[in-house]
């Protein structure tokens, strides 16, 4: 079984915490006796990890969720320079190693999107390919939505990327009509070769550990950890 997976996204706006939220509170529900975690290996500023802190219960220090944080909610590069350090990606590789070890599941929240910058040389595309972490790609249910699946796509095998496949996240609500036009499903796994997982409908309320659970069991979980 699928033992790691990143989530990560189009964009800072496209969803991969209310998907790594879902995802978690699946977990969580469904498999109580099996030990799960999560990371947010690098943060700018306050965000995820506090999130995550105050929605579960995480046998997890603030260092074992986060082991590179900066004060400035910026760039990892650009915030590190600020501070005067480095983005430490040994120490970061170490922490996840560690808990990746200790648990039967982990799920890792990217920063940005996957063109989105990790030190002045390295994308968050770059890591997970170096890395050789199983991928999901969250994209936004909104205009354009099509033009920038298949642009992270072809960055994502650029990378040699494993893309287990995409979810589209409805960042604002939207009507049926609206989610068929600006991400047909057919369309974007034609174009872009890749399973489209599932829809992510509006949610106001993020807190709601159940209704996350249930949305989460209606992804291709097949697909997700063949």
């Known amino acids: ?12 706006e496209a969803g991969k915490t209310v998907l790594t939220t879902a995802l978690a509170a699946y977990w969580q529900k469904y498999y109580p006796q099996r030990s799960w975690g999560i990371m947010k290996p690098i943060q700018s500023g306050i965000g995820d990890r506090e999130w995550y802190q105050k929605l579960f219960a995480l046998e997890q220090s603030s260092e074992e969720i986060t082991p590179l944080y900066f004060e400035a909610p910026l760039a990892p590069p650009i915030a590190a320079a600020r501070e005067n350090r480095q983005v430490d990606l040994a ?3 170490q922490a996840f190693s560690k808990l990746r070890s200790q648990r039967d599941f982990v799920l890792v929240e990217a920063l940005g999107g996957l063109g989105s910058p990790v030190t002045d040389e390295l994308t968050v595309a770059d890591l997970a390919g ?20 298949v642009a992270n796509v072809a960055l994502a095998r650029q990378s040699r990327i494993n893309l287990k ?30 399973p489209v997982l599932g829809c ?27």
């Not at 079984?1 to 800072?12: A, K, R, S, V, W």
């Not at 790609?137 to 033009?147: D, K, N, S, T």
């Not at 069991?217 to 697909?223: A, F």
Request: one cysteine or more.
């Open 1 to 12: 079984m699928l033992n790691t997976l990143l989530i990560t996204g189009t964009d800072t």
């Open 130 to 149: 170096e890395w050789r972490l199983p991928t999901v790609l969250v994209v936004p249910v909104r205009l354009g939505a099509i033009a920038q699946a």
């Open 91 to 93: 120490l970061v590789w």
């Open 165 to 194: 496949g995409i979810v589209l996240n409805c960042v604002q609500p939207r009507t049926d009509a609206e989610i068929a036009d600006w991400t047909p499903q057919q369309l974007i796994r034609s174009l872009t070769n890749t």
């Open 200 to 226: 992510l409908p509006y949610l106001d309320n993020l807190t709601d550990l159940d209704k996350l659970a249930q949305i989460a069991s209606d992804l291709d979980w097949e697909t997700l950890t063949l």
